[in-house]
Nanobody, 112 residues
Framework: QVQLVESGGGLVQPGGSLRLSCAASGFAFRSSGMSWYRQAPGNERELVAVINTFGSSTYYADSVKGRFTISRDNAKNTMYLQRNSLKPEDTAGYYC?????WGQGTQVTVSS
């Protein structure tokens, strides 16, 4: 059974940084591409970033390109999302996804 658990959310000031983690279990993590999504209140869930199995290829939404970095540690079955230069519009629930499964999400609020 695929299990994904996000952590690292919280309140951060504009311009600040925060790293999210996604701990995975129940499937062959190192053989799976992984993704981060986010969903703000009243909005549809949107794709933020994608990483391939070895971490050698990544994709970013235009809205986060240059500010967010997706990475993974296959030895720890964990994926990360380093977010810098945060803006109020980055406020959302952040979700990791793999094998058509989702985590429960972690809330990030960017506000002064």
């Amino acid at each position: 059974q695929v299990q994904l658990v996000e952590s690292g959310g919280g309140l951060v000031q504009p311009g600040g940084s925060l790293r999210l983690s996604c701990a995975a279990s129940g499937f062959a993590f190192r053989s799976s591409g992984m993704s981060w999504y986010r969903q703000a209140p009243g909005n549809e869930r949107e794709l933020v970033a994608v990483i391939n199995t070895f971490g050698s290829s990544t994709y970013y939404a235009d809205s986060v390109k240059g500010r967010f970095t997706i990475s993974r540690d296959n030895a720890k079955n964990t994926m990360y999302l380093q977010r810098n230069s945060l803006k109020p519009e980055d406020t959302a629930g952040y979700y990791c996804s793999a094998r058509e499964a989702w985590g429960q999400g972690t809330q990030v609020t960017v506000s002064s």
